[in-house]
C-alpha cells in the first residue's frame, strides 16, 4: 500500500534555529498536507499543497509539494518553544478523506 | 473558528464490551471521517462517509466497527466487541467537501482516548 517515509524521526534544537523536516513517497499523491499535533489534542493542518512544485508559506512555516508528487518539504524558521510538537506529513491519494500519514517528526525546542 | 468536538475524552472498558465514540462535526460540513491512533504510532483512517452512507473504510474497520449519524449534529463510531488491541486514540474529522480539495482540509477533534482493559 502506499506509505509516506518521513524524516527525521525527532530533532532537538536551539530556540532560533531553523528547521527542515521532509516525506518522500513511492506513490504519487494529489494533495500533501503537514499537520501539527500537540499532547492531547488532534492533528491541526499546517499546510496543504495542491500543485505540483507549489511552495507556499504559512507564517514562519514554509512547504513544497515536489514535482513528482512523491516528496515535501516542511521549513520551520527562526523556532520558538511554542513549535514544539510532532509533526506529520499526509498524502491524500484518490479517495475522499482517506489520508495517508507519515509517522511523523517529533520536534523539540530548547529555549 | 469552529471545532469539531469528541465525548469523552477518555474512556475505559473492559475487554468484549460495546463502546460508543461520540463527534459533533464542523455544523457545514458534509463529511465526516474517523481515524485513529496507536499510542506512539501513525494516525491511520478507518472510514469516511457521506450522505448517510460509508463511502469508504480501510482494512483496520471490520465487522466490529460501524458508524451512524443519528441526527443531524452527532456522528458515532460503535466498537461492538472491543478487543485489547483496540485501545487507541480516536479522531473524528470532517470536512466540507470531500476533503481534503483546495479550501476544504480534514479538520480533526482533539480524540477519544480508549483504553481496552
Known amino acids: 500500500g502506499q506509505q509516506l517515509n518521513q524524516s527525521p524521526q525527532s530533532m532537538f534544537i536551539q530556540e532560533g534555529e531553523d528547521v527542515s523536516m521532509n516525506c518522500t513517497s513511492s506513490s504519487i499523491f494529489n494533495t500533501w498536507l503537514w499537520y501539527k499535533q500537540e499532547p492531547g489534542e488532534g492533528p491541526v493542518l499546517l499546510i496543504a499543497?495542491?500543485?505540483?512544485?507549489e511552495l507556499t508559506s504559512n507564517g514562519r512555516l514554509t512547504a513544497q509539494f515536489g514535482i513528482t508528487r512523491k516528496d515535501s518539504f516542511l521549513n520551520i524558521s527562526a523556532s520558538i518553544p511554542s513549535d514544539v510538537g510532532i509533526y506529520f506529513c499526509?498524502?491524500?491519494?484518490?479517495?475522499?478523506?482517506?489520508?495517508?500519514f507519515g509517522k511523523g517528526t517529533k520536534l523539540s525546542v530548547k529555549p | 473558528e469552529p471545532e469539531v468536538t469528541q465525548t469523552p475524552s477518555h474512556q475505559v472498558t473492559q475487554m468484549g464490551q460495546e463502546v460508543i465514540l461520540r463527534c459533533v462535526p464542523i455544523s457545514n460540513h458534509l463529511y465526516f471521517y474517523w481515524y485513529r491512533q496507536i499510542l506512539g504510532q501513525k494516525v491511520e483512517f478507518l472510514v469516511s462517509f457521506y450522505n448517510n452512507e460509508i463511502s469508504e473504510k480501510s482494512e483496520i474497520f471490520d465487522d466490529q466497527f460501524s458508524v451512524e449519524r443519528p441526527d443531524g449534529s452527532n456522528f458515532t463510531l460503535k466498537i461492538r466487541s472491543t478487543k485489547l488491541e483496540d485501545s487507541a486514540m480516536y479522531f473524528c474529522?470532517?470536512?466540507?467537501?470531500?476533503?481534503?480539495?483546495?479550501?476544504?482540509?480534514?479538520?480533526f477533534g482533539n480524540g477519544t482516548r480508549l483504553t481496552v482493559t
Open positions: 499526509a498524502g491524500q491519494g484518490g479517495s475522499q478523506g482517506n489520508l495517508i
Open positions: 474529522a470532517s470536512s466540507l467537501t470531500g476533503g481534503p480539495s483546495y479550501n476544504s482540509p480534514l479538520h
Open positions: 499543497l495542491y500543485k505540483a512544485g
